[in-house]
């Protein structure tokens, strides 16, 4: 492949960047929320109930991150980590209406919307599900491919669908301590 051609390559992979930088902003002015350094990436993504939203600082939102934050908030503490194609939905379906179709069926129970809350310091792998009324705490690894249907305590690592524990981050329980210690700026960094 000569040059002139591969130049041409990277600018068309280039364009859909600059896009989303430009309108970006747009995006976050819309957001409930919207810390430092957050890294948005909208024409490639899919965000509803962007007024619900709230993003801390130093996270990137990836391509291809669908987040629908229905009547109940999401939000998404300082310096997460997502791997690629993430997917946050805080509602549900009402189904439980015989003779109506569920796409009909507008006026939803308080249990069918629950808020999200990804804290601090969190990674989720690529392809991670999370489901309406979670908490995942401070410092927890999701891995790729997993369903998030309950709470995570802190610094713990989880996987599966749907996911459950699979070991701690830190093998001593000093170790979490710091690192909690850390995340709410009561020591600084070594």
Same mark, same amino acid.
């Given at each position: &492949?000569?040059? !002139? !051609?591969?130049? $041409?390559?990277?600018? =068309?992979? !280039?364009?859909?960047?600059?896009? /989303? &930088? %430009? %309108?970006?902003? $747009?995006?976050? !002015?819309? &957001? ?13 993504? /899919?965000?509803?109930? *962007?007024? #619900?939203?709230?993003?801390g600082d130093g996270t990137t939102l990836p391509r291809q991150t669908v987040i629908y934050c229905t009547d109940a908030p999401v939000s998404i503490g300082k #310096?997460?980590?997502? =791997?690629? +194609?993430?997917?946050?939905?805080? =509602?549900?379906? +009402? ?16 249990? #069918? /919307? ?9 990674? *989720? ?7 309406? =009324? ?7 690894i999701i891995a790729a491919g997993s369903i998030v249907t309950k709470d995570i305590p802190p610094c713990e690592v989880w996987g599966g669908v749907p996911a +459950? ?9 000093? /170790?979490?301590? $710091? ?12």
């Amino acid at each position: &492949m000569n040059r !002139a !051609a591969l130049y $041409l390559i990277r600018i =068309g992979k !280039a364009f859909p960047f600059i896009l /989303d &930088m %430009i %309108i970006s902003p $747009l995006y976050r !002015a819309s &957001m409930l929320h919207c810390g430092k350094h957050v890294r948005l990436r909208p024409l490639s993504s /899919d965000y509803k109930g *962007l007024t #619900n939203l709230s993003v801390g600082d130093g996270t990137t939102l990836p391509r291809q991150t669908v987040i629908y934050c229905t009547d109940a908030p999401v939000s998404i503490g300082k #310096n997460v980590i997502f =791997g690629p +194609r993430p997917t946050i939905i805080s =509602g549900d379906h +009402r189904f439980d209406l015989p003779c109506h179709y569920i796409s009909d069926c507008l006026v939803k129970k308080p249990q #069918n /919307d629950l808020p999200i809350v990804i804290e601090d310091d969190v990674w *989720l792998g690529a392809n991670v599900t999370v489901l309406k =009324g979670v908490t995942i705490g401070k410092g927890s690894i999701i891995a790729a491919g997993s369903i998030v249907t309950k709470d995570i305590p802190p610094c713990e690592v989880w996987g599966g669908v749907p996911a +459950r524990k699979l070991k701690n981050r830190f093998s001593a329980d000093a /170790d979490k301590d $710091l690192h909690i210690a850390f995340l709410t700026e009561k020591v600084s960094s070594i």
